[in-house]
């Protein structure tokens, strides 16, 4: 079965560390793979993406993320932290189970709180 | 820039009552979703449309329908309105460009119902 994890429900990092946040997958076909953040009370927001190439991606923000194919995994990484950047930030992948349509699996959430 | 709207952010509805989401976009895009976020659940998908009238159930349709008469405009349909709805219900676009997978959210409907 095809899926996303977050194994982390809540990650606290000092103003100015750096930040990651674990995301691990398991697919079917070729691994795409995707970044969000939700501010409270806000849609999601794209952060950044794995298709294929280049294995540390650059994304939003000054976020960025290494795609592992041997650990499968895609943490999301920042070098510092910023207060700003608390929110709760989801990992997806696409789902090679389907018809050939662009469905994402997400993985439950991570809620990153930077203190100042 | 994408934009997704959501027809409100904050909804109060009793139960047994019919409840229409409904979600705008202004990208021409093919693909439609509608999602139900619960904490500790992550995002969960409903029903997804990939063409005008087009519709295909998602992880959780139970309870839920969808009308897609316009390839702007995707609408979820609560027949009748239950207490285990009370959710945030997030709707997202994308287009069916093979090269491009990301989705495109609006700001979404908490709904609460009594």
């Known amino acids: 079965a095809q899926s996303v994890a977050q194994p982390e429900d809540q990650v606290n990092v000092a103003e100015g560390n750096p930040l990651t946040v674990k995301c691990t997958y398991s697919?079917?076909?070729?691994?795409?793979l995707f970044w969000y953040v939700q501010y409270p009370n806000r849609g999601l927001q794209f952060l950044l993406k794995?298709?294929?190439?280049?294995?540390l991606v650059k994304g939003s923000y000054g976020f960025e993320a290494e795609f592992n194919k041997s650990q499968t995994s895609f943490h999301l990484m920042k070098p510092s932290a910023l207060v700003s950047d608390s929110a709760l930030y989801f990992c997806?992948?696409?789902?090679?189970?389907?018809?050939?349509?662009?469905?994402?699996?997400f993985g439950q959430g991570t809620t990153l709180q930077v203190k100042p | 820039d994408v934009k997704v709207t959501q027809s409100s952010r904050y909804l109060v509805k009793r139960t047994g009552e019919k409840v229409f989401l409904e979600c705008v976009q202004d990208?021409?895009?093919?693909?439609m979703f509608w999602y139900r976020q619960d904490p500790g659940l992550g995002l969960r998908l409903i029903y997804f449309?990939?063409?005008?009238?087009?519709?295909e159930k998602g992880d959780i349709p139970e309870g839920y329908s969808v009308s897609r008469e316009k390839k702007e405009r995707f609408s979820l349909i609560l027949e009748s309105a239950s207490t285990n709805q009370t959710s945030m219900y997030l709707c997202?676009?994308?287009?069916?460009?093979?090269?491009?997978?990301?989705?495109?959210f609006g700001p979404g409907t908490r709904l609460t119902v009594t």
């Open positions: 697919v079917s076909g070729n691994p795409y």
């Open positions: 990208m021409d895009h093919e693909n």
């Open positions: 997202a676009s994308q287009p069916a460009d093979r090269q491009s997978y990301e989705q495109y």
């Open positions: 449309s990939y063409d005008v009238k087009m519709k």
């Open positions: 997806a992948v696409r789902d090679w189970g389907s018809s050939n349509t662009g469905k994402l699996i």
């Open positions: 794995y298709i294929t190439g280049d294995n």
